[in-house]
């Protein structure tokens, strides 16, 4: 029996479960750069280039250890196109019996592969991704006839059952959460670390080129391109982290400075999404620096939460709660996402900084896509569909499974708090408080009402007001609400003018 072992664009490990048993000399591994995927939204020109580049230093390194690969570049004259038409054809071309997958991360693409034994007429196998610390009954079964799903209990369920930082049932430390210590702002003086960069070799200059000339309409640019694209430069961009920034990362999780897009962040969720990184090699190398006194516990368990924390939750919510997670809209958004969010076309500095480094680099860290970027879209009431495609294809860490329980259920409140239990909703002032986006800005963060008021300001007590009725049986609104309930009218009236006018203005497309 000779399999056919397809391997797809972010599962580039040498674990991964559809390699496992491979016999080399018989099986093929299929491996195919498809317009499909590459284009079902316009993803940023680097996600592109990192994904095919990485691809084929895997397919590479595969080859180079006797593995028999097919490897369908962008422009190979056998490229059909999608995935099942490739494996069609390498179905044609090979004597093979059984065509075996991991799981894909992707409902539609799961979906489609579930009809693929009827379409193939041969046995397709599918693998469970072993790329998580947890299955994803762990999950499911933590989350039967739970009424509300925090992530902080899952959290604490992984940490026992890893027993990563847990000493005898109990956390280390004597708490299992320290986000009270992760809340600094930045000081203007501290110096950031520079970004781990890797020198383009042949394989990624030719994959530039092709994605320059072939995806020349997708957003953003590559003149920052300087990912990791093998498993060693990934290795080293974990153990540059632990070396330079991890004893920092706690402290200034949540802080932005303009011109600084990669603060004391780990800028690993790329490889960690596409294979290039295991879950457990990170956690195991965190918490080595933690025991041998080199990281302070706020950040190590900080970090620690942000992995078996957010990211298994975040996975295990996003198959648990499919297909209807992707059409929810509890707050009835319907408002068109603006024209800056692809053109940083704006006088909101906050905004400009964050959507401008999107575009330079393919990222932005937690804290600008949640309390910049999300909390715009929340207090604007943008659709839902429309801010799931513009996170999908902006960052090149995105895929599906990631990044709609992260814009549907934490910004957008769109699943009517089954994730968070409030909006992540804010004012101007905790930008101003978190960052020195506020300094620089045409708006003044400290108005509330008139041209130069911070457009945030109004646009939150506006959200409130729009959505009181709903949010009335939250006891975690029930501050914000009296709050509300106290303030002098006619200034409220003023803000809810103010909101009207911005919302007139962006409807024409009206600098804002
Ligand atoms: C609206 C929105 C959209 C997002 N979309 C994505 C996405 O498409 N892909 C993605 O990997 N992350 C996404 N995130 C989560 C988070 O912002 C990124 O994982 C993080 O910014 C990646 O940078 P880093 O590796 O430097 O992370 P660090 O700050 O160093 O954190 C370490 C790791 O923790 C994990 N992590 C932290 N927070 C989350 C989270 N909320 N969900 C899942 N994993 C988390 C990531 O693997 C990350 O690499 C999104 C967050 C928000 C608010
Ligand atoms: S003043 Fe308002 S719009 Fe300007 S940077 Fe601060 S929060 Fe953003």
């Not at 590479?60 to 006797?66: A, I």
């Not at 956690?283 to 957010?310: C, D, K, T």
């Not at 932005?364 to 943008?382: D, S, T």
């Not at 499974?401 to 909006?423: C, F, H, R, T």
Request: contains cysteine.
């Amino acid at each position: 029996m000779a399999a056919l072992r397809l391997v797809l664009g972010d599962q580039l490990s040498r674990s991964i479960s559809c390699l496992q048993g491979i016999d080399k000399k018989r099986d093929i591994v299929l491996m195919a750069e498809v317009k499909s995927e590459a284009t079902y939204v316009k993803h940023h020109k680097q996600k592109i280039a990192f994904l095919f580049s990485a691809m084929r230093h895997f397919a590479k390194s595969l080859k180079d250890d006797g593995f028999n690969v097919l490897y369908i570049d962008y422009h190979h004259d056998d490229n059909r196109g999608s995935l099942e038409a490739q494996v069609i054809w390498a179905l044609e071309q090979h004597d093979l019996d059984e065509v075996i997958v991991t799981h894909p991360g992707e409902y539609r693409l799961w979906q489609a592969m579930c009809e693929w034994e009827k379409s193939l007429g041969v046995t397709v196998s599918m693998q469970e991704d072993n790329r998580f610390l947890v299955p994803q009954s762990f999950f499911d079964d933590w989350a039967k006839g739970k009424k509300q799903l925090r992530m902080e209990f899952f959290y604490r369920e992984v940490r026992k059952h890893t027993g990563y930082l847990v000493n005898d049932g109990e956390p280390e430390g004597g708490k299992w959460n320290y986000d009270a210590q992760n809340r600094e702002p930045m000081p203007s003086d501290k110096d950031v670390p520079a970004r781990s960069h890797y020198e383009a070799d042949k394989i990624t200059q030719d994959v530039l080129a092709l994605v320059e000339d072939t995806f020349d309409d997708h957003f953003g640019n590559l003149d920052n391109f300087a990912f990791a694209v093998t498993r060693n430069q990934a290795l080293d961009v974990l153990n540059t982290f632990i070396d330079e920034r991890l004893e920092n990362f706690g402290r200034y999780q949540d802080a932005m400075v303009m011109n600084q897009p990669w603060m004391f962040h780990s800028h690993i969720s790329f490889y960690l999404n596409c294979g290039l990184l295991d879950v457990k090699e990170v956690i195991e190398a965190v918490l080595q620096a933690y025991y041998a006194g080199e990281a302070p516990l706020n950040s190590v368990e900080g970090f620690v939460r942000q992995i078996i924390g957010w990211r298994e939750y975040i996975r295990g919510f996003y198959w648990y709660f499919m297909p209807e997670l992707a059409t929810k809209n509890a707050l009835n958004a319907t408002r068109d996402l603006p024209e800056f969010y692809w053109t940083a076309d704006t006088r909101m500095n906050c905004l400009k900084q964050c959507i401008t480094e999107t575009r330079d680099n393919a990222y932005a860290h937690h804290i600008q896509r949640l309390m910049v970027l999300g909390n715009f879209a929340l207090l604007a009431g943008l659709d839902p569909e429309q801010v799931n495609e513009w996170y999908l294809l902006v960052y090149a860490d995105a895929y599906e499974w990631v990044e709609m329980p992260n814009v549907s259920s934490m910004i957008l409140y769109a699943d009517g708090g089954q994730l968070a239990s409030k909006p992540y909703a804010a004012s101007g002032s905790y930008i101003n408080k978190m960052s020195d986006y506020c300094k620089r800005c045409e708006y003044s963060v400290k108005e509330k009402t008139g041209h130069q008021a911070c457009p945030f300001n109004y646009l939150y007590w506006d959200f409130i007001n729009r959505h009181k009725a709903q949010l009335e049986n939250n006891h975690r609104m029930g501050m914000i609400l009296k709050t509300m309930g106290r303030m002098d009218d006619s200034k409220l009236q003023a803000m809810f003018e103010d909101a009207e006018r911005f919302f007139d203005k962006l409807a024409v497309n009206e600098k804002v």
